[in-house]
């Protein structure tokens, strides 16, 4: 069975930064494509950023040189380090891990406020 476990979330100040952390088990991880995605309140969950089992990155312009994906493999884990973050970065956050099949996390809170 596949498992996803965030932690990293929190209250931070704008300009802030956050790493978030996915720690996952249960699939051959080196072989997996992984993915954050977000969903803030009244909005639909959208791609954050996703780095293939390669290495290759790929980034939502919102967050495109402020954001970086990352990967140990291993530890089986995907990070996400957030730097000058926004209010409107505000959402949780769901690790997703994609082999044939979408995995998801539950999610962490990330609230960008002063």
């Known amino acids: 069975q596949v498992q996803l476990v965030e932690s990293g979330g929190g209250l931070v100040q704008p300009g802030g930064s956050l790493r978030l952390s996915c720690v996952v088990s249960g699939t051959i991880f080196s072989l997996t494509a992984m993915g954050w995605y977000r969903q803030a309140p009244g909005k639909e969950r959208e791609l954050v950023a996703a780095?293939?089992?390669?290495?290759?990155?790929n980034y939502a312009d919102s967050v495109r040189g402020r954001f970086t994906i990352s990967r140990d493999n291993a530890k089986k884990t995907v990070y996400l380090q957030m730097n000058s973050l926004k209010p409107e970065d505000t959402a949780v956050y769901y690790c997703?891990?994609?082999?044939?099949?979408?995995?998801w996390g539950q999610g962490t809170q990330v609230t960008v406020s002063s």
């Open positions: 997703n891990a994609y082999r044939g099949i979408n995995y």
């Open positions: 780095i293939t089992s390669g290495g290759s990155t």
